[in-house]
């Protein structure tokens, strides 16, 4: 255990702009929109309370602790404060400096979460090429029947514990990723726009159908498609889980990707890349190299409902015989708290034919996904997908659409078969083909 | 950390014997979070905090801080306005918001029964599918909770018609400084036996006893309402429309204005489409049955535009009431952001003198080289002065002092009072013996003696004794 002395610096807190820690008034809204405070009713689980946390470690009244590095990863993240937050502090910011500050002081470090965050962080969601070999070889797994032999032999039960429980919960991958099902690029009859489509990590893994439909929808919205091969993460993940310096990389390697000059926007569909995604001029603010393209690429990132209602998207036509049916939507944390995007996704819906939206209880709260939260802290991410999988049940809804890979599948697992999670953009790429089959 | 020295470690393992595994906090990481409420540039560390779950833990906890002589400071949520529920020196905080259960609501009688724990709006959230009302609706309804708003007796939005929260308690349980457990009122509308002790207790601070249970009135639901947002081009045409609407005997339940300021911020925050001339934005709404509510929504309306109002706007259905709401609603979060920190005053002056202390917080904000802006209840005359300011600046810091101090002045000589609703604590403590002559204000210190002699609770609150051991 390396418990941080007094002589270690601040990296990462003591470099942030103060007036940031100072934004927060304590003034309590942020309590009541708080998951883990609503849990346990304690100030150090609630947004100003961690905030008075961090203001203390950045004014020399706490040193960088044990207690405060859990405390940073008891938050799920969701931003659902800063909706909350009357004085528009930075959550955001602060959030992913804590947890830099508290890897850089190694105040959380045991071997397995070392080996954990090397396999995860440094290899796989680094580096493209590993990701998809090691997606292509669970495919195979899951498809060769051999997933189905560990199931019924019971040899899971020589994995360890947390393994053993995530096995059953691991999504299916699918056969063809993304570089197989979208052309670099892709051009409609008559052409408005021009856009690079991001395929994302996980995404182009588990969701592939996901981005092939998102591209259906662009060219049918007279947008030109560019869509660079092996793109790899974001570095969302990387932000969110203390390592701003691979998160720094990432930014670089992604920008280098796309030639923003001859794009109008940059397409998303993922919430918690795209909330991460715009804000790629802080993490690059002091590289004079790509500071410039970095604040001109966050101003062309838009999620793909956010730039289907910016360009008016032509809402698909009624079809003969259509089944109706009725979806409910579950606001990606990201996408409702982290870019304030609400009704488009809404709109989007609305406007397939036979499609009847009915609104969920709670619909912005968390469903405990929360990037990698449900692995690092299943039991109370596990609450949080009871109260959504209640809510859903609620609606009756046979649909639930969201917009965001991880809510996706925490959703899902939550439902089993009783109803289907979807993106809503899968949904209107499905209302614009059946047109032509009518 | 007086408290934790020597002695005192056995103090935390008797606190630690009466509540339950988890609910006596001792790290810092867990009170670091505790130092403060909802007042600006103010905190003070906490050396325990105790989060008992019964009143028979309470008056344990009472009777062993009693004993070793460690004061109590008692708080909910801390939202509170004026560093009330700030820890004192060598003290225990003793947190109630585990306390949090709704206990009887009785429609027959229309009351209903808590633990002083629950949370604000689940009152009128449980009073709702009743078809009652808990009107009451401080700024932090959502997260304060009723033992914070019945020790302060709050006020909100709706003080002209409603009332504030005095007017809706019938009875309390509370924890004396002894440690006995005493229900004071009952669910009588009429009651006159003895002195009115629960009313002694509504707006102490938690310096007189520890409030755990607390019996509510609760009232019809209003079936209808209708909203109004008027703009001026001067506080007087606000003002005379104001006073015409009340003259007229139509009592809104809510009159809020915006002042020249608020009202340029709001915009440029929220673009909600106020003219740019205005001077003063009025959000109007009446509530009740719908031809009364239909009808002194056009009267209100036509009195404003016969005071040459700007641009008067009828509100044609919820969704366009709530749109007109928003720069009222907006107001505190777009000046909250211009500034590291913001103060905000709770001033009330009678209504009629209400554009005087509107200008003359102007003319201070010049004087003083301040930003302050305000906005509040213009049927209460109850205003919010709002320094932008930045706590790290010593300068400007003093600048604020004098400002607050010619504030404080000009209200009192208006006959006003210093706190309409946020209460005194620690922020107003030092400009308390303005307002009161010097007989009035010593006998508020003889009912504290009286009830808290030793000062266990909240001791350095509201004023100093000179018997303050510890603070």
């Known amino acids: 255990m390396s418990e941080a002395g007094p002589l270690t610096p601040l990296k990462y807190l003591g470099d942030l702009d103060y007036s940031v820690l100072q934004q927060c008034m304590h003034c309590g809204m942020c309590l009541p929109a708080c998951p883990t405070y609503l849990e346990t009713k304690k100030e150090r689980n609630s947004p100003r309370g961690r905030i008075a946390l961090m203001r203390s470690i950045a004014d020399g009244d706490l040193k960088v602790t044990k207690e405060f590095g859990e405390e940073m990863y008891y938050c799920l993240g969701c931003l659902a404060c800063t909706t909350a937050c009357p004085a528009g502090v930075n959550y955001p910011q602060l959030f992913e400096n804590a947890r830099a500050e508290v890897e850089y002081h190694g105040v959380l470090f045991n071997p397995e979460r070392r080996f954990w965050r090397w396999l995860t962080l440094d290899q796989l969601f680094s580096k493209p090429w590993m990701l998809r070999a090691v997606g292509r070889l669970l495919w195979i797994y899951q498809v060769s029947g051999l997933c189905w032999l560990v199931r019924k032999s019971g040899l899971l039960w020589l994995a360890p514990k947390n393994l053993r429980e995530l096995e059953p919960t691991t999504p299916v991958i699918q056969r063809h990723f993304s570089d197989a099902l979208i052309e670099e690029r892709e051009a409609p009859a008559t052409s408005k726009y021009r856009v690079g489509l991001l395929t994302g990590c996980v995404q182009d893994l588990i969701f592939s159908n996901v981005n092939r439909a998102t591209a259906d929808v662009l060219l049918e919205n007279g947008c030109e498609v560019t869509t660079p091969r092996s793109q790899g993460c974001c570095g969302s993940l990387h932000a969110h889980n203390g390592d701003l310096d691979q998160a720094t990389e990432r930014a670089r390697a992604l920008l280098d990707r796309f030639d923003l000059a001859t794009l109008d926007a940059i397409i998303t569909n993922a919430a918690g890349c795209g909330s991460h995604l715009k804000h790629f001029s802080n993490l690059l603010k002091s590289d004079p190299d790509y500071s410039d393209r970095a604040t001109e690429w966050d101003r062309k990132v838009k999620d793909i409902s956010e730039w289907l209602v910016e360009i008016d998207f032509r809402k698909p036509e009624k079809t003969r015989g259509g089944e109706s049916v009725t979806a409910t939507y579950h606001e990606a944390c990201h996408l409702c708290h982290g870019q304030g995007i609400s009704s488009q996704p809404r709109d989007v819906l609305r406007a397939i034919p036979g499609l009847e939206l009915v609104e969920l209880e709670n619909a912005t709260h968390c469903c405990g996904s929360a990037g990698i939260y449900n692995i690092t802290q299943p039991e109370q991410a596990g609450k949080l997908q009871k109260e959504k999988v209640a809510c859903v049940q609620k609606t009756g809804a046979s649909l639930v659409a969201t917009a965001n890979p991880g809510c996706h599948l925490q959703i899902q697992n939550g439902l089993g078969e009783s109803a289907e999670v979807v993106h809503p953009v899968s949904l209107l790429a499905e209302a614009y083909r059946n047109e032509k089959h009518s | ?471």
């Open chain 2, 1 to 471: 950390m007086a408290l934790l020295q020597s002695g005192n470690v056995a103090l935390l393992d008797q606190l630690r014997a009466v509540v339950r595994a988890g609910d006596l906090l001792t790290e810092p990481e867990d009170l670091i979070p505790y130092g403060f409420d909802g007042t600006a540039a103010m905190k003070h560390a906490a050396t325990c905090v105790v989060t008992p779950r019964s009143v028979e833990e309470v008056a344990a906890i009472v009777k062993i801080a009693g004993a070793a002589g460690a004061p109590i400071v008692t708080r909910g949520s801390g939202t509170g306005l004026s560093g009330g529920s700030i820890p004192v020196e060598g003290g225990i905080v003793l947190c109630l918001v585990n306390m949090d259960e709704i206990i009887e609501l009785d429609p027959a009688n229309l009351t209903i029964l808590c633990e002083t724990g629950v949370i604000t709006k689940a009152i009128d959230d449980a009073a709702h599918p009743h078809g009652l009302f808990y009107p009451p609706d401080p700024g932090s309804m959502k997260i304060s909770t009723i033992g914070g708003n019945v020790a302060n007796n709050s006020g909100g939005l709706r003080g002209l018609k409603y009332g504030v929260t005095r007017d809706y308690v019938m009875g309390m349980e509370v924890v004396l400084p002894s440690g006995e457990v005493v229900w004071l009122g009952s669910k009588c509308v009429k009651d006159v036996a003895g002195y009115s002790m629960k009313d002694l207790f509504v707006g102490s601070e938690g310096t007189l006893g520890i409030i755990t249970k607390v019996l509510l009135k609760l009232v019809p639901r209003p079936k209808a309402r209708r909203t109004l947002l008027a703009s001026f081009d001067s506080m007087e045409a606000a003002a005379r429309t104001v006073s015409q609407i009340i003259e007229k005997q139509i009592i809104p339940c809510t009159l809020e204005f915006l002042d020249r300021k608020t009202c340029g911020c709001v915009e440029d925050y929220a673009k909600v489409g106020l003219p740019t001339e205005a001077a003063a934005v009025v959000l109007m709404e009446s509530d009740g049955p719908e031809s009364v509510v239909e009808e002194e929504g056009n009267a209100m309306a036509a009195i404003a535009e016969a005071n040459g109002a700007i641009k008067v706007e009828k509100a044609k259905d919820d969704a366009h009431a709530t749109r007109l709401a928003t720069a009222r609603r907006t107001a505190f979060s777009a000046l909250a952001r211009i500034r590291p920190t913001t103060i905000l005053e709770d001033v009330t002056v009678p209504r009629s003198r209400l554009v005087e202390i509107v200008s003359y917080v102007e003319e201070v904000g010049k004087k003083h080289r301040l930003e302050i802006a305000t906005f509040g209840h213009f049927g209460d005359g109850n205003v919010h002065p709002t320094i932008l300011t930045d706590e790290t600046d010593k300068e400007e810091m003093e600048r604020v002092e004098h400002a607050l101090s010619d504030i404080f002045d000009k209200t009192i000589e208006l006959g006003g009072t210093i706190t309409g609703e946020h209460g005194v604590g620690l922020a107003k403590k030092p400009f308390l013996a303005r307002q009161f002559s010097e007989a009035s204000y010593q006998l508020l210190k003889q009912v504290k003696m009286a009830l808290d002699p030793t000062g266990l609770l909240n001791p350095g609150k509201i004023f100093d004794l000179p018997e303050n051991k510890t603070s």
